[in-house]
């Protein structure tokens, strides 16, 4: 009995010890603004106001701060996450972020429906109907819909395909990006721990583009890896940490191509590819430089003279550099930044085409895809 005692007491201190070690810890350590590993801003203190402590928004934000701030978050989060993957999960995310699934040596996105599908796409028939040029669409399918095979047992997932069979409805031309890669899903087409398509991908996808327009696509050039160290969003979403980097390829060599930025605020000029973009984080924004309101790619040695508007997503910032050798202006717009009428900005800027190019759950979802048909 005494022993017993003497044992309940050793797990409390040790226990009293464990947790105010930790804040202790908490306390001397800086708090960090930035967590490089799930690649977002982590929360500061709140500021302590008599109202928010009443509505409780206070001791919410206080929460937040501190599991945000809590000491070796990152090992931590890597340690459950590899203890649930061994009994059995492979589910990981969280509602706020998406979720993603463990798939042997691969992380794939969850997609769900979002309920704003049909609406989008109506968009898209608007623009149709009002304008002269030729649009094209090409709905990209993610890693969840061309290796669906690869998925967890029972895993849910969008119906992708389905999806994409509705797009033709639109009356816009056809860019059958789902054939294509499915003809190449046993490649590299999509990263292992980030959502992206792969340059190879996007080469693929290329092909479709052109076909679609009746032109011959040029033959795949030479492949130089640029990075072998990258870990994408599905790595900093999901807390599994174990895989092996990707690494990213080019095939494009971008002599002679500039590149103009706005960034909704002003505008600069760099080339097809942003080298110090491979020394961060997010090593995808080597391709254009990130997400910005528009880009305006200009190559005067490209195949035509011909000017091209992508109204896009972040797919689109790898399929750039194969289209820029096709092209001789491309205008790069994402409408969750740079929100104006797709066709009258076609028509101002003397625009010969329009290509609109999305993921299939980026385009989904996406609520400022209405102002296609504006």
Known sequence: MKLQKTMQIVTAVLFCLFIGGFGLIHILLPDQSFSPVENRYLSQLPAFSASKLVDGSYTEDLETYLEDQFPLRDKWIGLKT????????????????GYVYVCGDRLIAKVAESGRGEKNLGYVADLVEKSDLPVYLGLIPTAAEVWRDKLPEGAESFDQLGYIQMGKDTGAIYVDMAGVLTDHAAEEIYYRTDHHWTSLGAYYGYTAFLEAMGLTPQALGEKVTVSEDFNGTLYSTSGVHWLSPDQIDTYVP?????????????????????????????????????????????????????????????????????????FAEIHLLDLRYYRTGVYDYAAANGLDAIFVCYSVDNFQSDADVVYLGQ
Request: glycine fraction near 12%; charged fraction near 25%.
């Open 82 to 97: 590899r203890y649930e993957y061994l009994l059995g999960k492979r589910e990981f995310g969280s509602a706020s972020r």
């Open 254 to 326: 971008g002599e002679g191509v500039t590149v103009t930025v706005n960034d909704g605020v002003s505008e600069s000029t760099h080339g097809l590819y942003v080298p110090e973009k491979l020394e961060g984080k997010d090593k995808y924004t080597y391709f254009l430089g990130g997400n910005n309101p528009l880009y305006i790619i200009e190559n005067p040695g490209a195949a035509t003279d011909q000017k091209l508007l992508v109204v896009r997503d972040s797919y689109a910032d790898s399929l750039a550099p194969f289209l820029s050798q096709q």
